[in-house]
Structure formats: structure tokens, C-alpha cells
């Protein structure tokens, strides 16, 4: 086929390299134009999708806006056959929406109807899911609404948001490629009208440990934040991410003091230690080698 590509992050990668690698004909990749980043946070960087269009030689563009007549035109003018799309980052009007020959297909990684928008994956952990996974979609003007053309299914276990990216990113390449290989077996049938939920855009201050919760809710609080924006605590003035922590029922106190010198943490009911963490400009480090350099005490009550 003729697919126009849209994606902008790492969760858009593996999709691309799919698509490419099954041999069908990306006419353009569509990605985020490049933001400031870098040591200093001044030189612009390319996202993750283009940087990989770029290595295979495709053509990309990065327009800030789909709305205009002249972006619409040059987008109709590809002439694809279909457009594939997965966290692009921007709106796709309607004659952006009708322009492919099929349609726009794409990777959404929750099962739907649950947790359409933008942070599905951050929000299923928060909750307690036991499962999640990839749908393949026909795009409509709905947030996350259009028809679904096939799903698939992965337990949540422990994995963090980062582990759960990676997994659901190379899953649903693979569920694309094999979706436009038979699109006439993959018949798109309607949402569910009932199990609607919105995942809404993750706020760092959402990142903020909160120990009066139960030390489960605590502990998926840290496996959602990882890779970023990081689970935190604060001390005497001092940012501390938390980016692995372990369930310790047996243990309790006044939540959010430390209960030993191996810095485990009283929650609403139960404990959590942590395993890993990082200072503000430095490494990540396990938790033993930062308490070796920088003691916190048992009793210390941490905001």
C-alpha cells in the first residue's frame, strides 16, 4: 500500500520500521516538528520518528498545524492508499481524516472503549488494571472513538509505564502489519457503548508520592511515572524520585515516615520501600548506596 506515516515518539518507532519492513510504500512521514533539547535545552531535536524516517530516506514533514487549506492539499496530493497514525501529537481534520483512499487507522494502547486520550497507559496502571493492550482503530472526529479493527490483550503485573510503552509499542506494529495484510478479515465493528473512561494528560504534580494511599496505590503511583515524570518525595528542601519501590505489608506507621534505616515508608495501610532512587542532577542509584553517603533515620517524616 501507500501509507502516509504519522507518529512522533519512541511508542511510534517500532510501527514505522514494521510498516517499512513489510514492504509497503511510505510515501511521507508526518512528526512533530523538532523542540529544544539538548545539554543546554537550546538546540532543536527531531523526535524519535523522524530521526528514524530520516535514517531509511523517507521524506518527512512537520507541520506546526493540519487546519490550513495549503497543508490539507499537499496531504491529499500524497494520494495514499491509507494513513497509519500512532501518537502523532496533533488533530487530524476531517479532509485530513477522508484524504487517504481507507482512511486513517490507529494504534491506540488501551483497549477501548477504556481510557481513550492521551495518557492510556499511565492511567490503567494508576488504577489497578490487571490487563491492557493494543487496538487498532479507524479514525473519526471523536476523541478515540471510530470503529475498532482488531485488539489484542497483556497483563500489567508489575511493569512500569516505561516497560509497558515498549511492549505495547512493538505488539501493536506487529497487530498493525498483520491488520492491512487481510483489512477484509479485520472488519471494523462499533465501540462498546458502556466501559467508556478518558485518560487524561498526565500532571507532574500527580507525580507528588501521596503516602496517606494504600501502599499498593503507592507502589503503582511509582511503576506509572517511570520513565518520566518520576515519582517523587521531598526532604528538607530536597527532590527525591523514586523509580523503583516494593510492597512491604507487614510493616505500618504515621504515612509517609520512614520506619527503618533501609528508608521503607509507612503508607495509609501497609509500607513501601524503595529500591531505587535519584537526587536531583544525579544518577539513579539503589536505595543501600544512597543511604550509605546520605543517612535518613527511622521517624524521619518525609513530605
Not at 481513550?116 to 488494571?129: E, K
Not at 507528588?208 to 518520576?230: C, I, M, Y
Request: charged share 20%.
Amino acid at each position: 500500500m501507500r501509507i502516509i506515516f504519522m507518529g512522533t515518539p519512541d511508542f511510534a518507532v517500532p510501527a514505522l520500521l514494521a510498516l517499512h519492513e513489510a514492504g509497503h510504500q511510505i510515501v511521507a512521514v508526518y512528526s512533530q516538528p523538532p523542540r529544544p533539547g539538548g545539554r543546554r535545552g537550546r538546540e532543536l531535536t527531531p523526535s524519535p520518528v523522524q530521526r528514524e524516517a530520516e535514517r531509511l530516506g523517507l521524506e518527512v514533514r512537520h507541520p506546526v498545524s493540519l487546519k490550513g487549506a495549503d497543508e490539507q492539499a499537499a496531504f491529499a496530493a500524497l494520494e495514499a492508499d491509507i494513513a497509519v497514525v500512532a501518537a502523532y501529537g496533533l488533530i487530524l481534520p476531517r479532509a485530513v481524516l477522508d484524504a487517504p483512499r481507507l482512511g486513517c487507522l490507529n494504534i491506540h494502547a488501551s483497549i477501548l472503549p477504556r481510557w481513550r486520550g492521551a495518557a492510556p497507559i499511565q492511567r490503567a496502571i494508576l488504577s489497578g488494571d490487571p490487563t491492557t493492550g493494543v487496538t487498532i482503530m479507524q479514525m473519526e472526529s471523536g476523541l478515540d472513538t471510530g470503529p475498532m479493527l482488531a485488539t489484542l490483550r497483556t497483563p500489567i503485573e508489575r511493569k512500569t509505564a516505561g516497560e509497558l510503552t515498549q511492549e505495547l509499542a512493538e505488539r501493536g506494529a506487529r497487530l498493525m502489519v498483520e491488520t492491512l495484510r487481510d483489512l477484509a478479515v479485520h472488519r471494523a465493528v462499533p465501540q462498546p457503548e458502556d466501559g467508556v473512561t478518558y485518560a487524561s494528560k498526565i500532571d507532574k504534580a500527580e507525580a507528588r508520592l501521596d503516602f496517606s494511599q494504600d501502599t499498593e496505590a503507592v507502589e503503582r503511583q511509582v511503576r506509572a511515572f517511570v520513565p518520566a515524570p518520576g515519582a517523587f518525595f521531598e526532604l528538607e528542601g530536597e527532590r527525591y524520585k523514586v523509580l523503583a519501590a516494593e510492597v512491604v505489608a507487614d510493616m505500618s506507621g504515621a504515612p509517609g515516615t520512614t520506619l527503618d534505616h533501609a528508608l521503607t515508608v509507612a503508607c495509609g495501610t501497609g509500607a513501601l520501600r524503595v529500591v531505587t532512587i535519584q537526587r536531583a542532577g544525579k544518577p539513579a542509584m539503589a536505595a543501600a548506596d544512597l543511604l550509605r553517603g546520605r543517612p535518613i533515620p527511622a521517624g524521619t517524616l518525609l513530605s
